[in-house]
Structures are given as structure tokens and as C-alpha cells.
């Protein structure tokens, strides 16, 4: 796929996503149209700077730390799964962003990091 069409597809995601966001409500799809336009500005900065196929972008990206740190965090933000966090009150919270999570989320509701869900069964949380 050319770069040109891939941030295409990614735009059309993100606004698909914000107009079910404005239809529900519920607060992953505005999570996810901001990754969705994060990405997208990523590839249209690869596009920017020359680049047409996925494996142009893939040297261009080595080759410019601003773009390759905007990808790290979007990759570690979104797809590295974390530990919740804790309490002293017995509540555990988002790595993230430290906001309160439940323990059957597997995401942030309010930052959308990914988190480890505790499994049913098991006992004192091991």
C-alpha cells in the first residue's frame, strides 16, 4: 500500500471514529481517532520528506528522531500493555495518566493506555 493511501484510510478512520464518539458517547472512539490522526500525521510527514512506499518510510523514520520518537510514544502509549498502579485505598490506577481504572478495564477510559485486566477466579489479585 503507498503511504498517500494508507493516511487516507487513517483519516477516514479518525473521522468515522469522532462521528461515533458524537453519536454514543462513549470515550474510546474519540481515544481512538486522535491515534488515528496521530498516525496519519506521522505518514504525511514521511510523505512530506520524499517518501511513497512503506519501506521508504521505514528508512526515513530511522533516519529522523523527531518522527521516530512520535512513533515510539504512539507505539508505547497504545500498544505496550501496563501494570495498573495501586492505591493506598485499595484502588488501583492507569499508568498512564494516574487516573482511576477499574479492575475489569483493559484500557484507560480517560487516556486510553492499554492495562492488564485482572483474571476472574483468582484470589488477592495474583
Same mark, same amino acid.
Not at 470515550?27 to 512506499?53: K, N, S, Y
Not at 521516530?68 to 485499595?90: D, Y
Given at each position: 500500500m503507498l503511504l498517500n493511501e494508507g493516511a487516507g484510510?487513517?483519516?477516514?478512520?479518525?473521522?468515522?471514529?469522532? $462521528?461515533q464518539y458524537e453519536e454514543t458517547g462513549?470515550? !474510546?472512539?474519540?481515544?481512538?481517532?486522535? =491515534?488515528?490522526?496521530?498516525?496519519?500525521?506521522?505518514?504525511?510527514?514521511?510523505?512530506?520528506? $520524499? =517518501?511513497?512506499?512503506e519501506q521508504d518510510a521505514d528508512r526515513l523514520i530511522k533516519g529522523y528522531p523527531?518522527?521516530?520518537?512520535?512513533?515510539?510514544?504512539?507505539?508505547? !502509549?497504545?500498544?505496550?500493555? $501496563?501494570? #495498573?498502579? #495501586?492505591?493506598?485505598? $485499595?484502588k488501583r490506577s492507569c499508568p498512564a495518566c494516574l487516573c482511576y481504572v477499574s479492575l475489569c478495564d483493559n484500557y484507560c477510559r480517560w487516556c486510553g493506555k492499554p492495562i492488564r485486566v485482572r483474571k476472574r477466579g483468582l484470589k488477592n489479585g495474583k
Open positions: 484510510r487513517l483519516s477516514a478512520l479518525a473521522s468515522w471514529n469522532r $462521528g462513549c470515550f !474510546h472512539f474519540e481515544l481512538d481517532a486522535r =491515534a488515528c490522526e496521530a498516525a496519519a500525521a506521522v505518514l504525511i510527514a514521511a510523505l512530506g520528506e $520524499g =517518501a511513497a512506499t523527531v518522527i521516530r520518537r512520535r512513533l515510539e510514544k504512539l507505539h508505547e !502509549h497504545f500498544e505496550v500493555i $501496563g501494570e #495498573p498502579i #495501586p492505591r493506598a485505598n $485499595g
